[in-house]
């Protein structure tokens, strides 16, 4: 089985500052691993996404996250927030291959507030 | 549409009524998700269907709960006997196989 935990459900940063939520996964085969941002009654989108090419995966409006196998971790970042950024944000994994063995688990996502 | 279309939007519901909420996944899309976001809450799984597969339920939360989907297409969630605690938003997605998932806008029940 799968599964995320994403540590803090609340990170405040400065505008301009760097912005970085964690998320550990665990699974016991090759993951996919994806990070989905929900802004304020709205339906959740997809910022970027990792199935095993590049371990550095860039996304939508400036937000990256690494792959570390090592540490096992999936950690979303952004140079310099914006008051737009401001949302909330969820780290997902799902096995490789098909079947209902690759649902997607979310983790319990984390508030981000970015104050001037 | 192009995307996830999900039906009603809102539904306000007395305790003890049965209400349905109907999702329209992407046209080819093989893979079907429910989901329940709870106010402040992270997204609840509920219900997998992917192709063919029997369906994973794990998540449903009680037998007052159950999805169907039909001819691999339009999927209908149906919660019986409704209780206040099952007021959520109530989030569809579906996906190719392997692919990302794209989320419909959710129904927004409430439970009164």
């Known amino acids: 089985a799968q599964s995320v935990t994403q540590l803090g459900s609340h990170v405040s940063v400065s505008e301009g500052a760097l912005v970085l939520l964690r998320c550990n996964y665990s699974?016991?085969?090759?993951?996919?691993l994806f990070w989905y941002v929900q802004y304020p009654n709205q339906g959740l989108q997809l910022l970027l996404k990792?199935?095993?090419?590049?371990?550095l995966v860039k996304g939508i409006n400036g937000f990256e996250a690494e792959f570390k196998k090592s540490e096992t971790s999936f950690h979303l970042t952004k140079p310099s927030a914006h008051m737009s950024d401001a949302a909330e944000y969820f780290c997902?994994?799902?096995?490789?291959?098909?079947?209902?063995?690759?649902?997607?688990?979310f983790g319990t996502g984390t508030r981000l507030q970015v104050t001037l | 549409g192009a995307g996830v279309s999900q039906s009603p939007s809102n539904k306000v519901t007395e305790k003890g009524k049965d209400v349905e909420l109907r999702c329209d996944p992407i046209?080819?899309?093989?893979?079907l998700y429910w989901y329940r976001q709870s106010l402040g809450q992270g997204l609840e799984f509920l219900i997998y269907f992917q192709g063919n597969s029997a369906p994973d339920k794990s998540g449903l939360p009680s037998d007052r709960f159950s999805a169907e989907r039909t001819g691999g297409s339009v999927s209908t969630l149906t919660i019986q006997r409704t209780q206040q605690e099952d007021s959520a938003v109530y989030l569809c997605a579906s996906s190719r196989t392997t692919g990302e998932l794209f989320f419909g806008e959710g129904s927004r029940l409430t439970v009164l």
């Open positions: 699974s016991s085969v090759p993951p996919y």
């Open positions: 046209s080819g899309h093989t893979a």
């Open positions: 990792y199935t095993s090419a590049a371990t």
């Open positions: 997902a994994v799902r096995a490789a291959g098909a079947g209902t063995a690759s649902k997607l688990t």
